[in-house]
């Protein structure tokens, strides 16, 4: 017996717990999601996804992974206000290739010197010791304009984080405190001044445009997340509140593990891979985002199946491509 077709625009009717869900009629368009709803996920598929999740976070060499991470650059200082804005440098650098930004990373930081801090509350000295400093679109200029603004932020407000946590407390989502805190940022070192430079504008970018903000969301995975050899738990926020920094390889591991159904790299799609991911840790969500980045750099994770280059994965056994 077929099953009876709905009238177009009437809702879908609720299963009752334990009912097997209906058969679809051959021919019949699956019924789309929501943009921005997490997908479905069940029973065994769900306890199979989070097992395999937790296997790839268990089995991570995590100092060996983090020696090729910008934030390895943080745990070579120990004052808190050198971390954040050396965090701040790393992430802000942390796109292209990852042995040439970890070069421009340790370059910029040397011509600082130790205590960038202390460097920073002089502008003509950050500067000058910034003269000549480029890494793909970026000139000297923007990244004394980051330093210097990030320091003034730092002082006034006591911390970057306590600067963050207060545009939180005044009642705005993440995406539009992470909003303000940038902009005070920009305003305080000049970067606002310079709106068609290209380099001013990446190097701190508007989360209110709708771009996923990987480097900035990365910023606040490391100072926020619970000291944990990669992550420095530095700022009053609880972790809850963060998004999973989306690039290509998030992107990728995230729509091929049923994460998420979307394509792009956008805002929606951090959003969308955090709520799925936040149904196996509502505390802490993004913990698995540091083991699922470099598995996706080291699979090179493809669009398909591919016996090669999945070999060893470990969530192949949950990937779309590889579904009996």
């Keep these: 017996m077929r099953a009876p077709r709905r009238?177009?625009?009437?809702?879908?009717?609720?299963?009752?717990?334990?009912?097997?869900?209906?058969?679809?009629v051959a021919g019949e368009?699956?019924?789309?999601?929501?943009?921005g709803e997490p997908a479905p996920r069940r029973g065994a598929k769900s306890a199979a996804l989070q097992a395999a999740l937790d296997e790839v976070r268990a089995r991570c060499a995590v100092a060996e992974r983090r020696a090729q991470d910008p934030v390895d650059f943080?745990?070579?200082?120990?004052?808190p206000a050198d971390q954040e804005l050396v965090a701040l440098i790393a992430a802000s650098l942390a796109f292209g290739n990852v042995k040439a930004l970890?070069?421009?990373?340790?370059?910029?930081l040397d011509r600082?010197?130790?205590?960038?801090?202390?460097?920073?509350?002089?502008?003509?000295?950050?500067?000058?010791?910034?003269?000549?400093?480029?890494?793909?679109?970026?000139?000297?200029?923007?990244?004394?304009?980051?330093?210097?603004g990030a320091r003034?932020?730092?002082r006034a407000s006591g911390s970057l984080g306590a600067a963050f946590a207060a545009e939180l407390s005044q009642g705005r989502d993440l995406r539009q405190a992470l909003g303000a805190w940038v902009r005070a940022i920009r305003r305080a070192g000049g970067l606002d001044r310079r709106p068609g430079d290209r380099g001013a504008a990446h190097i701190l970018p508007d989360p209110e445009k709708g771009s996923a903000t990987k480097r900035l969301m990365l910023l606040l995975r490391w100072m926020i997340r619970p000291a944990d050899g990669v992550d420095l738990g530095l700022w009053p926020v609880p972790p809850s509140a963060l998004l999973i920094p989306v690039d290509v390889h998030i992107q990728k591991l995230g729509y091929n593990i049923g994460l998420t159904d979307r394509r792009g790299a956008t805002?929606?799609?951090?959003?969308?891979?955090?709520?799925a991911l936040r149904g196996f840790d509502p505390v802490d969500p993004v913990k698995y985002d540091f083991a699922l980045?470099?598995?996706?750099?080291?699979?090179?994770c493809p669009s398909r199946r591919d016996p090669v280059r999945c070999e060893g994965c470990g969530v192949k056994a949950v990937c779309r491509h590889w579904e009996p």
């Design 112 to 148: 600082l010197g130790p205590e960038i801090a202390l460097t920073a509350d002089d502008p003509r000295a950050v500067s000058a010791r910034l003269r000549g400093f480029r890494h793909r679109v970026y000139r000297d200029r923007d990244v004394a304009a980051l330093v210097v």
């Design 293 to 300: 980045c470099h598995l996706g750099m080291l699979q090179q």
């Design 7 to 24: 009238v177009a625009g009437e809702p879908a009717p609720r299963r009752v717990a334990g009912e097997p869900a209906p058969r679809r």
């Design 102 to 108: 970890r070069a421009k990373i340790a370059e910029a």
């Design 29 to 35: 368009p699956a019924p789309r999601r929501v943009a």
């Design 152 to 154: 003034r932020v730092q």
């Design 74 to 79: 943080v745990h070579l200082y120990t004052n």
């Design 267 to 275: 805002w929606k799609t951090a959003e969308e891979i955090t709520a």
